[in-house]
Every structure is written in structure tokens, then in C-alpha cells.
Antibody, heavy 120, light 107 residues
């Protein structure tokens, strides 16, 4: 069974840092691109970042570019999101999602999400 | 960036009804569009990809159509569990974007 499980969320002060993790199981992690998507309380979905299967390519939303870094450890089947210079507007539930192997590579499996709250 | 506009934003319907949600893209995205269903407090669930292909395990009352800039999600014979929020998503160009969502409520 395909599973992705996020962890690492919590309360952080503005300007602080946090690292989210996403542990994958039930599929060959190293052959799939992965994504982070967030959802602010009561709001819609916002794509945050993508990483290719090898980690050689990364993509970011303008809202997080230069502050967030996506990475992966294929030996551990784990995806990461390193978040620096956090702002109140980064408060959201963060989901990791697998990108399908079939075009156009929609997000076919999602984790349950981890809540990040940026507040003093 | 490619903007996706869903209409309507809110929709009231009854069990057994047929409803259609529209998603318009600000520029052509061929068939690189997906639809998701999200229930409160839960992660989104993939319903449709490539504009019209039903994801495995999704009931056949859900269908998608369209290409270019205009797309539709149709739900036939609404069931009680279908009353929730739906999002379209374009995967044609980075940044990947989502529509603002359509909330389907029981009339």
C-alpha cells in the first residue's frame, strides 16, 4: 500500500526555521517526482515545490523561493522541506504528495498533512 | 503564471442531481489538468487526470472533459458523500496552480 507520512510541523516564531519530513513506503520512491502543497486555514490549495525523482531538478513557488529548500534522500525514501525566514503567511497545513508516473503526472497520493504555525 | 478560475465557487444541489463545475485557464494548457476532491480535515483526493481520465477506484459518476482553456467536472447522480469541495489543477507549466475551489452543498 502506497503511503506518505509527513512530520516536523509545529509552532515557530517569525523569522525562524523548520524542517518537514515525508516518509514514503509501498512504492519505489527513487523513481517518482514528489511535491509539497500547502493550505492556509480556511483557504485553498497552494503548490509550494517539486523535486525530480533523482533530486537533480527542483522548482518553487515565487512565494517561497529563496527561503524554502526541497530535498530528498532516496536511500531513506524520505522527502524534506527546509523552511527558513518563516512568516505569518506561511502558516498552513503542509502536504507531501507523489507525482504520478503517467502524464501529466498529477498528484496521486497525499499524506495527511502537518500543521506549521508561524506566530510570536 | 497560469490562472485557473472555477465556477461556480458555491453550488447547492440535491442527492441524485447532476452537477457541472467549470475550470477556465488563463492560457492554453492542452489536457494537462486534474481534478481533486477534498473533504474537511482531509488531504485532497485525485479524481480525474489528463482532463478526462478517471483515476483508479473513483466512481464512474465522476467525469471530466475539455482541453485548451475550458474544462468541466461533471458528477452524475450525486451521493451524500459527494457534498464537499473540488479543485482543478494545471500541470502544464510551472508554477503549478490550483483553482480557488468549488464548494458543493446540499440544498
Amino acid at each position: 500500500e502506497v503511503q506518505v507520512l509527513e512530520s516536523g510541523g509545529g509552532l515557530v516564531q517569525p523569522g525562524g526555521s523548520l524542517r518537514l519530513s515525508c516518509a514514503a513506503s509501498g512504492f519505489t520512491f527513487s523513481t517518482y517526482a514528489m511535491s509539497w502543497v500547502r493550505q492556509a486555514p480556511g483557504k485553498g490549495l497552494e503548490w509550494v515545490s517539486d523535486i525530480t525523482y533523482s533530486g537533480g531538478g527542483t522548482y518553487y513557488a515565487d512565494s517561497v523561493k529563496g527561503r524554502f529548500t526541497i530535498s530528498r534522500d532516496n536511500s531513506k525514501s524520505t522527502l524534506y522541506l527546509h523552511m527558513n525566514s518563516l512568516r505569518a503567511e506561511d502558516t498552513a497545513v503542509y502536504y507531501c504528495a507523489r507525482r504520478s508516473s503517467v502524464a501529466p503526472r498529477a498528484f496521486d497520493y497525499w499524506g495527511q498533512g502537518t500543521l506549521v504555525t508561524v506566530s510570536s | 503564471d497560469i490562472q485557473l478560475t472555477q465556477s461556480p465557487s458555491f453550488l447547492s444541489a440535491s442527492v441524485g442531481d447532476r452537477v457541472t463545475i467549470t475550470c477556465r485557464a488563463s492560457q492554453g494548457i492542452t489536457s494537462n489538468l486534474a481534478w481533486y476532491q477534498q473533504k474537511p480535515g482531509k488531504a485532497p483526493k485525485l479524481l480525474i487526470y489528463a482532463a478526462s481520465t478517471l483515476q483508479s477506484g473513483v466512481p464512474s459518476r465522476f467525469s471530466g472533459s475539455g482541453s485548451g482553456t475550458e474544462f468541466t467536472l461533471t458528477i452524475n447522480s450525486l451521493q451524500p458523500e459527494d457534498f464537499t469541495t473540488y479543485y482543478c489543477q494545471q500541470l502544464n507549466t510551472y508554477p503549478i496552480t490550483f483553482g480557488q475551489g468549488t464548494r458543493l452543498e446540499i440544498k
